[in-house]
Protein backbone atom coordinates (compact mmCIF):
# COMPACT_ATOMS: atom_id res chain seq x y z
CA UNK A 1 0.00 0.00 0.00
CA UNK A 2 1.31 3.46 -0.64
CA UNK A 3 0.79 6.50 1.93
CA UNK A 4 -2.38 7.96 0.17
CA UNK A 5 -4.43 4.47 1.08
CA UNK A 6 -7.10 5.30 3.78
CA UNK A 7 -6.13 4.18 7.39
CA UNK A 8 -10.22 3.29 7.56
CA UNK A 9 -12.47 2.57 4.92
CA UNK A 10 -16.08 1.48 5.72
CA UNK A 11 -17.91 0.50 2.24
CA UNK A 12 -21.69 -0.23 2.89
CA UNK A 13 -22.00 -0.63 6.21
CA UNK A 14 -25.89 -1.98 7.30
CA UNK A 15 -26.82 -2.13 10.96
CA UNK A 16 -30.40 -3.06 12.47
CA UNK A 17 -31.35 -3.54 15.77
CA UNK A 18 -34.40 -5.57 16.80
CA UNK A 19 -36.61 -4.52 19.84
CA UNK A 20 -37.90 -5.83 22.20
CA UNK A 21 -41.55 -4.54 21.77
CA UNK A 22 -43.57 -6.36 19.64
CA UNK A 23 -45.80 -4.94 16.66
CA UNK A 24 -49.68 -5.65 16.74
CA UNK A 25 -48.92 -8.20 14.29
CA UNK A 26 -46.59 -10.24 16.54
CA UNK A 27 -42.98 -9.27 14.87
CA UNK A 28 -40.21 -7.35 16.52
CA UNK A 29 -39.70 -3.54 15.63
CA UNK A 30 -36.79 -2.92 13.70
CA UNK A 31 -34.72 0.06 14.15
CA UNK A 32 -32.02 0.63 10.65
CA UNK A 33 -29.35 2.63 12.82
CA UNK A 34 -27.05 2.47 9.82
CA UNK A 35 -27.85 2.38 6.75
CA UNK A 36 -25.94 2.00 3.11
CA UNK A 37 -22.94 4.25 5.22
CA UNK A 38 -19.17 4.33 3.49
CA UNK A 39 -16.47 6.57 4.49
CA UNK A 40 -12.78 7.04 4.40
CA UNK A 41 -10.29 8.22 6.96
CA UNK A 42 -6.64 9.23 5.45
CA UNK A 43 -3.53 8.88 7.06
CA UNK A 44 -3.29 12.17 9.63
CA UNK A 45 -6.86 12.99 8.74
CA UNK A 46 -9.42 14.28 11.55
CA UNK A 47 -13.10 13.36 10.29
CA UNK A 48 -16.11 14.53 12.04
CA UNK A 49 -18.83 12.71 11.75
CA UNK A 50 -21.67 14.64 12.88
CA UNK A 51 -25.34 14.21 12.80
CA UNK A 52 -28.58 14.72 15.68
CA UNK A 53 -29.26 12.42 18.46
CA UNK A 54 -29.92 9.18 16.88
CA UNK A 55 -28.53 9.31 13.48
CA UNK A 56 -26.71 6.36 13.89
CA UNK A 57 -23.29 7.73 14.86
CA UNK A 58 -22.62 5.54 17.48
CA UNK A 59 -23.70 2.61 16.04
CA UNK A 60 -20.63 3.33 13.54
CA UNK A 61 -18.16 3.95 15.99
CA UNK A 62 -19.06 0.86 17.99
CA UNK A 63 -18.68 -1.57 14.68
CA UNK A 64 -15.33 0.51 14.08
CA UNK A 65 -14.15 -0.66 17.65
CA UNK A 66 -15.43 -4.14 16.71
CA UNK A 67 -18.62 -4.10 19.89
CA UNK A 68 -20.94 -4.04 17.23
CA UNK A 69 -21.23 -6.08 13.99
CA UNK A 70 -23.28 -5.06 11.04
CA UNK A 71 -25.47 -6.90 9.02
CA UNK A 72 -23.87 -5.93 6.18
CA UNK A 73 -20.67 -3.82 4.82
CA UNK A 74 -17.55 -3.98 5.57
CA UNK A 75 -14.41 -2.20 7.72
CA UNK A 76 -10.43 -2.27 6.55
CA UNK A 77 -7.92 -0.80 9.00
CA UNK A 78 -4.67 -0.33 6.32
CA UNK A 79 -6.50 -2.87 4.40
CA UNK A 80 -6.85 -5.32 7.04
CA UNK A 81 -10.84 -6.53 7.85
CA UNK A 82 -11.86 -4.96 11.41
CA UNK A 83 -13.89 -7.92 13.02
CA UNK A 84 -15.48 -8.32 16.45
CA UNK A 85 -12.90 -7.19 18.66
CA UNK A 86 -12.15 -10.47 20.37
CA UNK A 87 -11.37 -11.55 17.26
CA UNK A 88 -8.85 -9.50 16.33
CA UNK A 89 -5.21 -10.11 16.34
CA UNK A 90 -3.43 -7.79 19.43
CA UNK A 91 -1.57 -5.17 16.85
CA UNK A 92 -5.25 -4.57 15.84
CA UNK A 93 -6.93 -4.14 19.08
CA UNK A 94 -3.87 -1.91 20.22
CA UNK A 95 -4.15 0.30 16.88
CA UNK A 96 -7.95 1.63 17.32
CA UNK A 97 -8.82 3.02 20.45
CA UNK A 98 -11.30 4.87 22.09
CA UNK A 99 -12.25 8.07 23.83
CA UNK A 100 -16.07 8.08 25.38
CA UNK A 101 -18.25 11.10 26.13
CA UNK A 102 -17.99 10.32 30.22
CA UNK A 103 -15.15 9.55 31.85
CA UNK A 104 -17.02 9.68 35.02
CA UNK A 105 -18.48 6.42 33.97
CA UNK A 106 -15.79 4.87 31.96
CA UNK A 107 -12.71 5.45 34.08
CA UNK A 108 -13.19 3.02 37.32
CA UNK A 109 -13.53 4.95 40.34
CA UNK A 110 -11.72 3.12 42.73
CA UNK A 111 -8.40 2.94 40.62
CA UNK A 112 -5.98 5.74 40.75
CA UNK A 113 -5.10 7.31 37.28
CA UNK A 114 -2.08 5.63 37.61
CA UNK A 115 -2.88 2.22 38.11
CA UNK A 116 -5.68 2.61 35.09
CA UNK A 117 -3.25 3.61 32.22
CA UNK A 118 -1.05 0.72 33.43
CA UNK A 119 -3.69 -1.30 33.25
CA UNK A 120 -3.63 -1.27 29.11
CA UNK A 121 0.15 -2.26 29.30
CA UNK A 122 -0.96 -5.56 30.97
CA UNK A 123 -2.73 -6.62 27.89
CA UNK A 124 -0.22 -5.34 25.65
CA UNK A 125 2.70 -5.70 27.51
CA UNK A 126 4.94 -4.97 24.19
CA UNK A 127 3.99 -1.86 23.88
CA UNK A 128 5.44 -0.39 27.13
CA UNK A 129 8.70 -2.47 28.59
CA UNK A 130 8.76 -2.89 32.63
CA UNK A 131 11.59 -1.17 32.77
CA UNK A 132 10.47 1.83 31.13
CA UNK A 133 6.98 2.21 32.81
CA UNK A 134 7.45 4.96 35.33
CA UNK A 135 9.03 7.00 32.44
CA UNK A 136 6.67 6.83 29.73
CA UNK A 137 3.69 7.50 31.84
CA UNK A 138 5.51 10.99 33.06
CA UNK A 139 5.66 11.65 29.36
CA UNK A 140 1.81 10.59 28.52
CA UNK A 141 0.62 12.42 31.53
CA UNK A 142 2.81 15.69 30.10
CA UNK A 143 1.56 15.02 26.84
CA UNK A 144 -2.31 15.29 27.82
CA UNK A 145 -1.43 18.19 30.28
CA UNK A 146 -1.28 16.58 33.75
CA UNK A 147 1.27 16.56 36.03
CA UNK A 148 2.83 13.28 37.13
CA UNK A 149 0.80 13.50 40.62
CA UNK A 150 -2.48 12.68 38.94
CA UNK A 151 -0.62 9.37 38.29
CA UNK A 152 -1.93 8.87 42.34
CA UNK A 153 -5.25 10.27 42.41
CA UNK A 154 -8.71 8.85 41.80
CA UNK A 155 -10.91 9.78 39.03
CA UNK A 156 -13.18 11.49 41.53
CA UNK A 157 -11.02 13.40 42.36
CA UNK A 158 -10.24 15.68 39.35
CA UNK A 159 -12.23 18.16 37.28
CA UNK A 160 -14.69 16.10 34.08
CA UNK A 161 -11.88 18.05 32.03
CA UNK A 162 -8.72 16.50 33.65
CA UNK A 163 -10.66 13.11 33.74
CA UNK A 164 -11.22 13.17 29.80
CA UNK A 165 -7.49 13.86 29.74
CA UNK A 166 -6.88 10.66 31.76
CA UNK A 167 -9.37 9.08 29.28
CA UNK A 168 -7.40 10.22 26.65
CA UNK A 169 -3.83 9.44 27.91
CA UNK A 170 -4.95 5.97 28.89
CA UNK A 171 -5.78 5.77 24.40
CA UNK A 172 -2.62 6.88 23.92
CA UNK A 173 -0.97 4.47 25.96
CA UNK A 174 -1.27 1.99 23.64
CA UNK A 175 0.06 3.76 20.47
CA UNK A 176 -2.61 3.63 18.80
CA UNK A 177 -2.89 5.15 14.95
CA UNK A 178 -6.99 5.44 14.89
CA UNK A 179 -8.41 7.55 18.20
CA UNK A 180 -11.97 7.20 17.84
CA UNK A 181 -13.90 9.67 19.82
CA UNK A 182 -17.30 9.29 20.31
CA UNK A 183 -19.19 12.85 21.59
CA UNK A 184 -15.75 12.96 23.54
CA UNK A 185 -16.51 16.99 24.87
CA UNK A 186 -19.73 16.96 24.90
CA UNK A 187 -20.38 16.58 28.91
CA UNK A 188 -17.58 19.63 28.92
CA UNK A 189 -18.15 23.25 29.82
CA UNK A 190 -17.86 24.87 26.41
CA UNK A 191 -14.24 26.54 27.52
CA UNK A 192 -12.64 23.17 28.90
CA UNK A 193 -14.46 21.56 25.42
CA UNK A 194 -12.00 24.10 23.70
CA UNK A 195 -8.58 23.10 25.11
CA UNK A 196 -9.62 19.23 24.63
CA UNK A 197 -10.08 20.18 21.35
CA UNK A 198 -6.72 22.16 21.11
CA UNK A 199 -5.45 18.83 22.78
CA UNK A 200 -6.81 16.47 20.04
CA UNK A 201 -5.48 18.58 17.44
CA UNK A 202 -1.79 18.73 18.92
CA UNK A 203 -1.87 14.98 19.52
CA UNK A 204 -2.83 14.33 16.08
CA UNK A 205 -0.04 16.14 14.67
CA UNK A 206 2.90 14.78 17.33
CA UNK A 207 1.77 11.53 17.23
CA UNK A 208 0.54 11.20 13.79
CA UNK A 209 -2.83 9.92 14.75
CA UNK A 210 -5.90 9.70 12.80
CA UNK A 211 -9.11 10.76 14.36
CA UNK A 212 -12.56 9.88 13.94
CA UNK A 213 -14.32 12.59 15.82
CA UNK A 214 -18.47 11.83 16.38
CA UNK A 215 -20.19 14.97 17.52
CA UNK A 216 -23.94 16.43 17.40
CA UNK A 217 -23.14 19.68 17.87
CA UNK A 218 -21.38 21.78 14.82
CA UNK A 219 -19.66 24.40 16.73
CA UNK A 220 -17.10 21.82 17.97
CA UNK A 221 -16.66 20.44 14.18
CA UNK A 222 -15.61 23.91 13.41
CA UNK A 223 -12.68 23.55 15.93
CA UNK A 224 -11.69 19.93 14.94
CA UNK A 225 -12.29 18.64 11.45
CA UNK A 226 -10.18 18.41 8.49
CA UNK A 227 -13.17 16.85 6.60
CA UNK A 228 -17.01 16.23 7.84
CA UNK A 229 -19.59 13.65 6.85
CA UNK A 230 -22.99 14.41 8.17
CA UNK A 231 -25.34 11.56 8.92
CA UNK A 232 -29.17 11.66 8.94
CA UNK A 233 -31.31 8.74 9.92
CA UNK A 234 -28.81 5.84 9.47
CA UNK A 235 -27.39 7.62 6.09
CA UNK A 236 -24.98 10.00 4.81
CA UNK A 237 -26.31 12.97 3.60
CA UNK A 238 -23.10 14.95 2.82
CA UNK A 239 -19.29 14.60 2.72
CA UNK A 240 -17.47 17.46 2.57
CA UNK A 241 -14.34 19.48 3.86
CA UNK A 242 -14.58 21.16 6.69
CA UNK A 243 -13.84 24.86 5.25
CA UNK A 244 -16.58 23.73 2.42
CA UNK A 245 -19.74 22.48 4.69
CA UNK A 246 -19.36 26.00 6.47
CA UNK A 247 -19.04 28.36 3.84
CA UNK A 248 -21.31 26.02 0.99
CA UNK A 249 -23.15 23.31 2.56
CA UNK A 250 -24.39 21.73 -0.40
CA UNK A 251 -27.45 19.53 1.27
CA UNK A 252 -30.98 21.13 2.82
CA UNK A 253 -30.30 19.06 5.73
CA UNK A 254 -26.72 20.45 6.56
CA UNK A 255 -28.09 23.84 6.33
CA UNK A 256 -31.11 23.11 8.86
CA UNK A 257 -28.21 21.74 11.49
CA UNK A 258 -26.09 25.09 10.60
CA UNK A 259 -29.12 27.18 11.31
CA UNK A 260 -29.81 25.31 14.58
CA UNK A 261 -25.87 25.52 15.75
CA UNK A 262 -25.60 28.99 15.04
CA UNK A 263 -29.11 30.78 15.28
CA UNK A 264 -28.90 32.78 12.22
CA UNK A 265 -31.69 35.05 12.97
CA UNK A 266 -29.89 35.71 16.70
CA UNK A 267 -33.43 35.74 18.21
CA UNK A 268 -34.24 31.97 19.48
CA UNK A 269 -32.23 28.87 20.21
CA UNK A 270 -32.98 25.93 17.39
CA UNK A 271 -32.98 22.79 17.62
CA UNK A 272 -32.23 19.97 15.30
CA UNK A 273 -35.99 18.75 14.77
CA UNK A 274 -37.44 22.46 14.53
CA UNK A 275 -34.59 23.08 12.02
CA UNK A 276 -35.93 19.97 9.93
CA UNK A 277 -39.31 21.05 9.95
CA UNK A 278 -38.23 24.28 8.74
CA UNK A 279 -36.60 23.23 5.81
CA UNK A 280 -38.93 20.05 4.64
P1 LIG B 1 -26.41 8.54 17.65
O1 LIG B 1 -25.11 8.14 18.22
O2 LIG B 1 -26.29 9.29 16.35
O3 LIG B 1 -27.25 9.29 18.63
P2 LIG B 1 -27.05 5.71 17.73
O4 LIG B 1 -26.11 5.04 16.81
O5 LIG B 1 -26.78 5.63 19.18
O6 LIG B 1 -27.25 7.23 17.26
O7 LIG B 1 -28.51 5.12 17.49
C1 LIG B 1 -29.10 5.00 16.20
C2 LIG B 1 -30.44 4.32 16.34
O8 LIG B 1 -30.24 2.96 16.74
C3 LIG B 1 -31.34 4.93 17.39
O9 LIG B 1 -32.66 4.84 16.94
C4 LIG B 1 -31.12 4.06 18.60
O10 LIG B 1 -32.25 4.06 19.43
C5 LIG B 1 -30.90 2.71 17.98
N1 LIG B 1 -30.00 1.84 18.78
C6 LIG B 1 -28.71 2.08 19.05
N2 LIG B 1 -28.17 1.07 19.78
C7 LIG B 1 -29.16 0.16 19.96
C8 LIG B 1 -29.24 -1.10 20.63
N3 LIG B 1 -28.17 -1.63 21.23
N4 LIG B 1 -30.43 -1.75 20.60
C9 LIG B 1 -31.49 -1.22 19.98
N5 LIG B 1 -31.48 -0.04 19.33
C10 LIG B 1 -30.34 0.66 19.31
MG1 LIG C 1 -24.21 8.64 20.07
Request: net charge neutral; charged share 25%; hydrophobic share 40%.
Amino acid sequence: MTSSDPVLEIRDLRVAFHGPRRSLRGGRTITQAVDGVSLDIQPQEILALVGESGSGKSTVARCVLGLVQPQEGTITYEGRALGPIDKRPAELQRAVQMVFQDPGSSLNPRMTVGSIIREAWKVHPAVAPSGERRETMRELLAAVGLDEGVAARRPTALSGGQRQRVSIARALALRPRLLVCDEAVSALDVSVQSQILRLLVELQRTRELSILFITHDLAVVRQIADRVAVMRKGELVESTTAEQLFTNPTHRYTQGLLRAAYDLEGAVEVTFEEAREQIS
